[in-house]
């Protein structure tokens, strides 16, 4: 089977957890993303898709079914 779902879902979780920690202001740098809370919104919805995947690849993995 293949885990690209597995793989696509735990990069948009890391991505997504980033946007948000630069949007909030967490993350400092020189990004035009820091401090700007759209980006955090953004980052927030990529979470959710990347939690939505891996939660659906797993059902779809389960023995029985």
């Known amino acids: 089977m293949s885990r690209s779902p597995m793989i696509l879902g735990g990069l948009l979780i890391t991505s997504g957890l980033i946007f948000v920690g630069q949007g909030l ?3 400092r740098g020189s990004s ?3 401090g700007d809370v ?3 919104w ?3 919805a ?3 898709v990347g939690v ?3 939660v ?3 059902l779809r993995r389960r023995p029985g079914r």
Do not use: A, P
Request: charged fraction near 10%; charge should be neutral; proline fraction near 0%.
């Open 56 to 58: 659906v690849d797993r």
């Open 46 to 48: 990529m979470v959710v």
């Open 52 to 54: 939505v995947l891996i």
């Open 38 to 40: 759209t980006w955090s």
């Open 25 to 27: 202001g967490f993350l």
């Open 32 to 34: 035009f993303m820091v």
């Open 42 to 44: 953004i980052g927030g």
